[in-house]
């Protein structure tokens, strides 16, 4: 019998978080589904854990290959995947007790394609509430608005999707991305969805303390990329009729909100040069959009210290910008 559940977690370079991400999933009162494991190419002893894991428990299958990167894997874990349900979780993070019980009873309350929960993180236990209240039927427009403010909503592994969705997805246009790839493969997931519901359970933990982790380095096409899928999603918008200056004020916001958490980032590198920095800081700056968001006034909607940022970054002072975020991370130290 196909299993209800198949949960797929690429594998890269993560020995260290591993084994509690994989027990999260076994140790699951609800014991139908099997579970896929992508090693990546890892070149430390991931790869070893998923093989042991494996050969303890029937239900684990393990693929191995060359690195493609975090999508490329996803999708090979959903090609040989036999369950109703696909449900994703990045090897760092893990699920919290009784997970697939919640959401295999909503799944059957709602009958729906796709079902949405939410997520806690250390020092946010309660997690984010996307629309509030538990919701029969989510329209795609209020799922697309939500998300231009709410960017952890793109994320795969907040959402159960029916696996006949992902028949002939193509993610040649974006499989390169290395920030952005989770909310173009979620926007087609939702296009294609018959229904959206949502629970505000709170399932999944994210975990923010892991250094390696995409989200905690720096990659020289974040802006573009996140430029790229808000653009997904406003042309979406645009077709469905609701792209109001409401959604493109908030659109700008966001863009400006990833500006000026990319600036941080750059500022915190040590290993730039003072010419590199200020390169990664202009590349930025001559984008044209980021004129046109600055003269959009949404960011007056930032708050002070990342409107500080995008407004020297306006100016061009790019020097006076680096010393502002230094003598922030000095004073914060103590």
Known sequence: MEPFFSIIIPVYNVEKYLEQCVESVLNQDMGDFELILVDDGSADGSGHICD??????????????????????RMNGVEAATGEYVLFADSDDYYLPDSFHKIEKAIKKYNCDVLI??????GNPQGQDFFGGE??????????LTNLHYSRLNSLCLKASSRKIFNDIDISSFS?????????????????AQKISYVPHTLYFYRLDNPASITNNYNEAIVEEFLASRQAIMAELERLNCADEA????????????????????????????????????RIADMPFFSEAMDSGAAMKLSRVKRMRVWLLKKGWLNLLYLFDRLRMIAEKF
């Open 247 to 282: 959604a493109k004020t908030e659109f700008y916001r966001a863009f400006l909100f990833c500006v000026a958490n990319t600036i941080l980032q750059i500022s915190k590198l040590k290993s730039f040069t003072r010419k590199e920095r200020t390169a990664q800081y202009k």
């Open 135 to 144: 919701r029969d039927t989510v329209l795609l427009n209020e799922y697309l």
């Open 117 to 122: 929960y939410c997520y806690s993180y250390d």
């Open 52 to 73: 042991r894991f494996a050969a303890l428990d029937s239900r684990i299958k393990v693929i191995h290959q060359p690195n493609s990167g975090h999508i490329v894997a």
């Open 176 to 192: 390169g991305f290395r920030n952005s790839e989770d909310l173009l493969l979620s926007l087609e997931i939702v296009k294609r």
